[in-house]
């Protein structure tokens, strides 16, 4: 069995001037990412692996969720690849990964999340939000045979509001 939970990162702000990878979350963000990573670990494990965009947002909401977790932020790994907005660049990560890890979570960015867990989730969902999560699950023992797997958990944060 392969899992993979998808957290886009949390609403970040527009408010600076700044590049895209270096926007920040905004205050929602921050306290969206923390609720949803909270009902996460009530009901969820972690994962082996975590791994996060190289965009701030991103990574400020990995660090959240390590945070609630008691994890140190060094848990994490910075992958290019997840700085990706079509998925195609993920999908590829997640396929490539070795097979003796069974579970991971990945922090990154619309349109990539939502596609990715329309593909391989049994849910469909319109639109991941941001700070939303999902857990899939493959009864698969070799990440390159990623197919059509069972949506386990979805998390929004509006329903913990």
Same mark, same amino acid.
């Given at each position: 069995m392969k899992t993979i939970i998808i957290m886009r990162h949390g609403k970040s702000s527009w408010k600076y001037d700044v590049g895209d990878r270096l926007r920040p979350l905004k205050t929602r963000g921050l306290n969206d990412s923390k609720l949803v990573s909270e009902q996460f670990l009530r009901i969820s494990e972690l994962p082996d692996k975590i791994f996060s965009s190289p965009a701030k947002r991103a990574f400020e909401t990995s660090k959240i969720f390590l945070k609630t977790s008691d994890k140190s932020e060094n848990e994490v790994t910075i992958i290019e690849e997840l700085y990706d907005f079509n998925g195609r660049n993920v999908i590829d990560f997640l396929k490539n990964l070795d097979n003796n890890i069974d579970s991971v979570m990945i922090f990154g960015h619309n349109h990539a999340f939502t596609s990715i867990s329309n593909i391989f989730g049994d849910n469909f969902i319109e639109n991941l939000p $941001? =700070?939303?999560?999902?857990?899939? =699950? *493959?009864? /698969? #023992? #070799?990440? %390159? =045979?990623?197919?059509?797997? %069972? $949506?386990?958990? /979805? /998390? *929004?944060? %509006?329903?913990?509001?």
């Open positions: $941001t =700070s939303g999560l999902v857990k899939i =699950s *493959f009864n /698969i #023992n #070799n990440w %390159k =045979s990623l197919e059509k797997g %069972k $949506t386990e958990l /979805i /998390i *929004f944060p %509006k329903d913990l509001r």
